[in-house]
């Protein structure tokens, strides 16, 4: 069996990263996304942008996968092909165990030069962080071959999506016999075509969410729950198959 789980900020909510749009809690009720996630914003400030980076990945790397992330990477061992197609920019469910992860917005744990490319070892996004709460001002370091500002390895509003997590969505959805969608409003394009496309290709679309989203009237099947507690009773339902 093959299955795809599109998985969004909600799948990570549980392990102590916050959302984005959840009403008080989520990121984009704090920040002002304009300021923070496009390339003019990076342009226009470039220690604020790498400041608030820096915060979000120390709060990535104290946190563990949950049992939501366990239960997906168990469903691996129990033997069902699973690609992971994540907007996450955490490393949670590599750490839990998945093999097949493919990030469509990039990775916070990674920087590199915005000029040239050029990535730096050890990476310095990850260096120990001593800023407050919310980030502190920054300044960037410059990459040793051309000087350029390095920038966090995230996806921004009005960027492409890296090819190859792309094509590698597409063809594990080419070959799926169904489709998990966690924790995500489905309001972000194009992660958020993909469980249309799914079901356009025939396929189940299952989706796991405590509230409803953007995607839950064109789903089969809406299971209310958390992630964790959602996710292993799939794992489990399909273990006794
Ligand atoms: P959102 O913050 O837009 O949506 C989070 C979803 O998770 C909501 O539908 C919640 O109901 C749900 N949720 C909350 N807690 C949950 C839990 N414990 N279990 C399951 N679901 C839960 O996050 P995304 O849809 O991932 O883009 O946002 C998409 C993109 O917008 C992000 O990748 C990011 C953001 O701007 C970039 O960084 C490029």
Do not use: K
Request: with cysteine.
């Amino acid at each position: 069996m093959r299955l795809v789980v599109l998985t969004g900020a909600g799948m990570s909510a549980e392990s102590g990263v916050p959302t984005f749009r959840d009403a008080l809690t989520g990121l984009w009720a704090r920040f002002d996304p304009e300021r923070l996630a496009t390339p003019e914003a990076f342009r226009r400030d470039p220690d604020l942008v790498w400041g608030w980076y820096r915060w979000r990945a120390a709060q990535v790397q104290r946190v563990q996968p949950n049992a939501g992330h366990a239960a997906i990477a168990a469903m691996e061992r129990d033997g069902i092909e699973v690609d992971v197609v994540t907007q996450n920019v955490d490393d949670l469910h590599e750490r839990a165990g998945s093999t097949r992860v493919h990030h469509l917005h990039g990775h916070l744990l990674q920087s590199r030069c915005i000029d040239c490319g050029a990535t730096a070892e050890p990476d310095p996004i990850v260096a120990p962080y001593e800023g407050g709460d919310e980030g502190r001002h920054e300044a960037p370091p410059r990459c040793a071959r051309c000087s350029g500002l390095f920038r966090p390895g995230v996806v921004w509003f009005g960027e492409a999506l890296p090819d190859d997590a792309w094509s590698a969505g597409i063809s594990a959805l080419e070959r799926a016999d169904g489709v998990v969608v966690v924790g995500t409003s489905g309001l972000v394009h194009p992660a958020a075509s993909l469980p249309g496309l799914a079901r356009w290709r025939g396929l189940h679309v299952l989706e796991i969410n405590p509230q409803t989203s953007a995607l839950t009237h064109d789903v089969d099947e809406h299971w209310a729950m958390t992630a964790s507690a959602g996710l292993t009773r799939l794992a489990e339902e399909l273990r006794s198959a």
